[in-house]
């Protein structure tokens, strides 16, 4: 079967600001040397799907260099991962939602002429193996397949739920944030949330994007136009994301799927990956995890000298990394960042180059590239203060932006 995949990256991601206040949400840094784009590429690469063209628009350039650095797949076999920018090809105007993007790109697909287009989001945390999707998709004869995943009913009004017929397949209704949902016909207590995933019959999904650009009252978003459209025609099928077994999984990450568009959840899927046993294990080779290396060298610890000693405890350490008689615990350490004598980095995740000075102290915190903390600062101890500087979240994460000006 001819595939394409198209991915859609052109998020603003205004919930994670000040992380996307000079990239795209697909750009922000995750896992200490990973993009958010690189979990969805690495699902598709790793399920053989090697056309794939990203769509961007927002803040695109950190994000565009990413993947044409990073992404680099054999041409003379076809194989491609091309970002598209927003082109004003159908006049002068940029994406007006999701459906409007996939429109005013339909050329792509005209020219790959596929019998089957593949729609993923650019900025969830999870493995997938797209083609047990893909194959219950052709076997269905469904126009379009959406992935769901469980979720418990009572927090149905967070999410777009997808409701089936009794044989729990066939979607008969695609709704967002109901109060009234009914629970699954197999799990009373559940529902179907939409994960962002489809997989269209081609030349349905262009019928439906032609019908939804001639509508003015159209949001032209997937979800709330396209699908539910597909929906009333009869040919719509969920995917029950339970279903996906990814090699190398266990049963504690299996099925593991995050949402970060906002920070504290951000945060809490960094805080998934540090322990042990993590919710979300970046060591299964099977599947694994693509992304760019910067040439550095090691990770570094050094000092042991009474109470100065260079240490890590159920942290992630990259490349590059010197810990220099200081302490990380439950940490995620990016490339290049350096923690000074009697420094403390607590219950926190620093992006790259981040410098912490001597006995200075950071805890539950999100540091972007670039920041320097000075000898001695306290970070995460007065809230209130740091409120009057920095980003605090409602669960009381502080986050600073990239290249910010931190003062003791």
Known sequence: ???????????????????????????VPFGGIYRLIDFVLSNLAN????????????????LDRHISRTWRLSAMLGNYVTPVPAQQRLGPHWFSGSADALFQNLNLVYD???????VFGADHIYRMDPRQMVEQHIDSGADVTVAAIRQPLSLADQFGVIETDPAGRRITAFREKPTDAVG???????????????????????????????????????GGNIIPMMVKSGSAEVYDFADNVVPGSTERDRGYWRDVGTLDAYYEAHMDLISAHPFFNLYNDRWPIYTGHDPLPPAKFVHNDGDRVGRAIDSLVSSGVIVSGGLAERSVLSPGVVLHSHSVVEDSVLMGNVKVGRGAIVRKAIIDKNVVIPDGARIGFDLEHDRSRFAVTSSGVVVIGKNEIVDR
């Open 1 to 27: 079967m001819r595939v394409l995949a198209i991915v859609l990256a052109g998020g603003e991601g205004k919930r994670l600001m000040p992380l996307t206040a000079d990239r795209a949400k697909p750009a």
């Open 47 to 62: 399920g053989h799907y090697l056309k794939i063209v990203v769509l961007t628009q927002y803040k695109n350039h950190s």
């Open 112 to 118: 790959e002429m596929p019998e089957h287009v593949i």
């Open 184 to 222: 699954l016909p197999d799990a009373p207590d559940q529902v179907y949330a939409s994960m962002g995933n489809y997989v269209f019959r081609t030349q349905a999904m262009i019928d439906a994007l032609r019908e939804d650009a001639l509508d003015p009252t159209s949001k032209h978003d997937l």
